[in-house]
């Protein structure tokens, strides 16, 4: 894989935002109203803080679109940090003359606390691993940028990756399965798929959903923070995604590294995931139960979460990620001071939600969708979008038909292609059914 690559850049209270996607095909209807939805998204939920009531994020495409549809170039997309406004003399690009090095060092006398040096490092955080391995005293220069801010980013990025897997039929999605400690039942999850989203935690289990409410109205009171899990899910993927063959190739380990990614992701699961360690083979392994009608393969059951061996198996994909409370705490934890090396009472406190898990899944899914997005491309290839889909539409028919029974000797090799004004080889047609779409085949 790595047909689709992207890189994000900025820092949280820098100027913007910015994310590079490239290998996305030509003639992709995209849009940033489009972008913008699971950008606004990722802002909701309860228990966000006060950041999310400062910026509106609003992804400008600067590259790579002319009306509405991708030229097969890199698209670039820029989401500006609203609350830069507030830091543009502590985040500048430019180098300090005296007068600005001056004014920030009477600013920081003054207890503004946006200019005082961070140097009491934070539990949890990047911040005492980050200055040490860069060389900073100031923690600042850490944690603009390990900081979960840079997330919209790859939600911006995973619009994109959206758009092209909607142009080949697979819907992704995600909702919030556990906040402290409560958890989702399937029998009372009543809520349909939009009701969950448009909920204060996107919990498909309104009677979970209140007792989540109530578990970070507890954390919020004691100055303290909540953790949970998501559950992302992935529609209409074909059989065959990944490989065997290496393990760079294997699906469920770029999905397992994709989630593991975000800031506040500590564990990764699918379908089962640690559930199988407590139950014998006969009561985890999915049946395979025939070919179907229109040549689908079915399993009785989606133990395994839509992957078999890191490939695709047709079930819906299903991966967890388990997030940890936010480090930021309102009663900050004891920690010790970067460059005394001395233990201080508090470490340092800017703001901090209380809980994210709705936020997360929604970054998982961003983070799932490019993943997928890398696959199917690397797969089918194409161009344009509408090659790629053609390749898909092939692939998806010749794995739908029975399958030959095998003959002594082994497999028939493909029938070559016959070159420009040259003739098939007597007896035999061009190409044939071994011929295949490109990719995996």
């Known amino acids: ?21 490239e290998g996305v095909p030509a003639g992709l209807a995209i849009g940033a109203d489009a972008l913008a939805v699971d950008l ?5 939920g309860y228990g966000r803080g006060a950041r999310q ?26 989401v500006a940090n609203r609350d830069w406004d507030n830091w543009t003399a502590v985040m500048q690009v430019e180098g300090l003359t005296d007068e600005t090095a001056a004014q920030l060092a009477a600013a920081a006398g003054d207890g503004n606390k946006r200019a005082i040096p961070v140097t ?12 040490l391995k860069y060389g900073f005293n100031d923690v600042r220069n850490v944690l603009e940028r390990a900081s979960a801010r840079e997330t919209a980013a790859r939600v911006a990025a995973g619009g994109v990756a959206r758009a092209i897997l909607a142009a080949l039929g697979v819907d992704v999605w995600s909702f919030t399965a556990e906040v402290g400690g409560v958890a989702v039942d399937p029998a009372r999850a009543t809520r349909s798929r939009r009701e969950a989203d448009e909920s204060p935690l996107r919990c498909p ?26 559950e992302v899910v992935a529609h209409g993927l074909p ?19 994709a989630v593991m990614s975000i800031n506040i992701v500590k564990g990764v699961e699918f379908g089962l995931g640690f559930e199988q360690t407590k139950r014998f083979g006969s009561g985890v392994h999915d049946v395979i139960a025939g070919r179907g009608e229109g040549g689908r393969w079915i399993h009785r059951s989606n133990n395994a ?44 406190y800017e703001r901090s939600d209380i809980s994210v898990v709705p936020a997360a899944g929604v970054v998982a899914e961003a983070m799932v969708m490019l993943t997928l997005a890398d696959a199917m491309l690397d797969k089918f290839g194409g161009d344009t979008i509408t090659d790629t889909s053609d390749a898909l539409d092939r692939y998806v028919e010749r794995i739908s038909r029975p399958v030959e029974a095998p ?3 082994g497999r028939r090799a493909a029938t070559p292609r016959a070159t420009p004004g040259q003739a098939a080889p007597s007896g035999e047609a061009v190409g044939g059914d071994e011929a295949g779409s490109g990719g995996d085949d």
């Open 53 to 78: 009531a400062i910026e509106h994020d609003r992804a400008e495409i600067v590259s790579g679109v002319r009306h509405g549809v991708t030229l097969g170039s890199p698209i670039l997309l820029l």
């Open 40 to 44: 606004a998204r990722r802002q909701r």
């Open 407 to 409: 003959v002594p000797g």
């Open 239 to 257: 059989i065959g995604l990944g490989s065997y063959v290496h393990w760079d190739r294997r699906l469920d380990a770029a999905l397992a590294a």
């Open 305 to 348: 979460g839509g992957l078999t061996g890191g490939i695709t198996n047709g079930e819906p994909l299903v991966v967890r990620g388990a997030v940890k409370p936010i480090s930021t705490l309102a009663r900050p934890l004891p920690s010790a001071d970067l460059v005394s090396g001395e233990a201080v009472d508090k470490a340092h």
């Open 1 to 21: 894989m790595g047909r689709l690559r992207w890189l994000t850049a900025g820092e949280s209270h820098g100027r913007s935002l910015a994310v590079t996607v």
């Open 120 to 131: 009491r490092v934070r539990p949890g955080h990047a911040d005492l691993a980050g200055a």
């Open 205 to 230: 289990d309104p009677d979970a959903e209140a007792a989540m409410i109530a578990r970070i109205d507890e954390a919020r009171s004691n100055g303290d923070t909540v953790g949970g899990v998501f």
